[in-house]
């Protein structure tokens, strides 16, 4: 027979279950390591239960760290009963998946009116969700990591601010780089993987799209790497170049300047990147939709560009680009090993994971390694008194290793606060498939990161 205190024990853990609240963290991979410390951090205060979710136990388990309010569950994303009953049970959906698998928790968050938070742009099929979204009101909110996401809110706070004191805003620009600090830059490129490496390898597939004193300018992916121009001068970082980042043209309403001459949302890198990047570009190496049949690197690139396998390969790929054999770029791509006459390990269907397979050998962060973050604003605008201003916002991190880097905590922590908020009733959540350009968002959650060290530094002239 039961005591009065196991009875006693029992309902009281029934009556708090029932105010538990469960968040989902569906992903477990590298970017995710500060977002889930920092929801077990306060799950005990704030009475959560944090389920994390990913085909990898593995990861899952040093994620949580034994927490003993988290629960590791081990997820096929395409078993759709086990992922809509984790859903159901759940208070609030954080999604770290790849961009392309987001739509299906979006859609068991319909089902089971749920909130969404992911750092990955909008899709074109989430955005057929927003009416649906709004009417059910619930938030989806996209974009919500480092670029996109804290480049959305410091933007939109940096032009609101100037709005409401100053004329026009005629120019802005935005610049983002996930590199290697100096410290652990150690190969020819001066690159090395914070982030998911297969967005690096397909990025500007589209092209770019951007604004330049009144004129559209679009430029194709051919193009985008063959002309880096040349960044602005941060203190105590290397020179730095940029190329446009996707269609920057989508952002102009959604930062409130529909009428601004120039509009650029950029992607830096450090001098001399994007003149190796772009060989590897016009060699069509790059290429995801091509079928590989051959066994040696090699035999690759020359069946790919039509080059003779019985003369210096160097020399043909020199030649194809318009500069000598011992030009910086044609070095760099050697450092890689592919014109070498050696297989293909692991042997890939498409250039682009052939290609993939060969950086994670030659880029991939030692645990020592620590990388750097940098993010920069530029604007001009024209004062109620004529008066043309400059103003440039920066902001520089570097991470602690490569498991604590600055990239997982940039990308991380803005989704964890933002569920946190939501949670605790502290910010009203907005309906619909969005973007973190409202006040009642950027606000709150741009002063907790300056809490935790992610911090902007403003010059005006």
């Known amino acids: 027979m039961k005591t009065i205190l196991h009875l006693i024990r029992e309902i009281t853990l029934h009556f708090f279950a029932n105010f538990m609240q469960t968040i989902l963290v569906v992903g477990a991979g590298k970017t995710s390591v500060f977002l889930i410390d920092y929801l077990s951090t306060h799950a005990q205060r704030y009475r959560w239960k944090i389920i994390v979710a990913d085909s990898n136990k593995d990861a899952i388990i040093d994620k949580i760290n034994n927490h003993p309010q988290a629960e590791a569950q081990v997820l096929d994303i395409m078993d759709g009963k086990k992922r809509s009953a984790l859903v159901s049970k759940s208070d609030i959906v954080v999604s770290l998946l790849p961009p392309a698998l987001h739509i299906l928790l979006a859609k068991d968050c319909l089902k089971h009116k749920k909130h969404l938070i992911t750092s990955s742009y909008i899709s074109a099929e989430l955005k057929e969700l927003d009416a649906e979204a709004k009417q059910s009101g619930l938030m989806f909110m996209c974009e919500m990591g480092l670029d996109p996401g804290i480049d959305h809110m410091t933007a939109s706070q940096i032009v609101h601010g100037i709005q409401k004191v100053a004329g026009s805003i005629i120019s802005f620009k935005s610049f983002t780089g996930g590199l290697v600090s100096s410290e652990s830059d150690t190969n020819a490129w001066h690159y090395k993987f914070s982030w998911n490496p297969r967005n690096v390898v397909l990025a500007g597939k589209d092209g770019a799209k951007y604004l330049s004193n009144g004129k559209i300018i679009e430029v194709p992916y051919n193009e985008l790497f063959a002309h880096p121009k040349r960044g602005a001068k941060i203190e105590g970082i290397n020179p730095l170049v940029y190329y446009p980042n996707r269609d920057s043209l989508n952002y102009m309403s959604l ?140 902001m520089t991190l570097k991470g602690q290793n490569a498991r604590y880097s600055a990239m997982a905590k940039t990308v991380g922590l803005p989704m964890a606060i933002l569920a946190r908020l939501i949670l605790t009733n502290k910010i009203k959540p907005p309906k619909g498939v969005c973007i973190p350009n409202m006040p009642s968002v950027y606000r709150p959650v741009l002063a907790e990161l300056s809490e935790n060290g992610i911090t902007f530094k403003e010059e005006i002239d």
């Open 255 to 394: 930062y409130d300047l529909p009428d601004v001459k120039t509009f650029m949302r950029a992607t830096y890198r450090f001098q001399g990147f994007m003149r190796g990047w772009n060989v590897l570009v016009q060699l069509g190496l790059t290429d995801e939709n091509d079928k590989v049949t051959d066994n040696t690197y090699a035999a690759w690139i020359c069946n790919k560009n039509g080059f003779d396998s019985k003369k210096d390969l160097a020399q043909q790929v020199a030649e194809k680009m318009g500069i000598e054999p011992d030009d910086t770029p044609i070095n760099m791509v050697a450092s890689l090993g592919i014109f070498d006459d050696e297989p293909i390990k692991p042997k890939k269907n498409n250039s682009a994971d052939i290609l993939l397979d060969v950086l994670l050998r030659k880029w991939t962060m030692k645990p020592e390694d620590i990388d750097l973050v940098i993010m920069r604003h530029e604007l001009e605008y024209v004062h109620k008194s004529n008066k043309r201003t400059t103003l440039v916002s920066t």
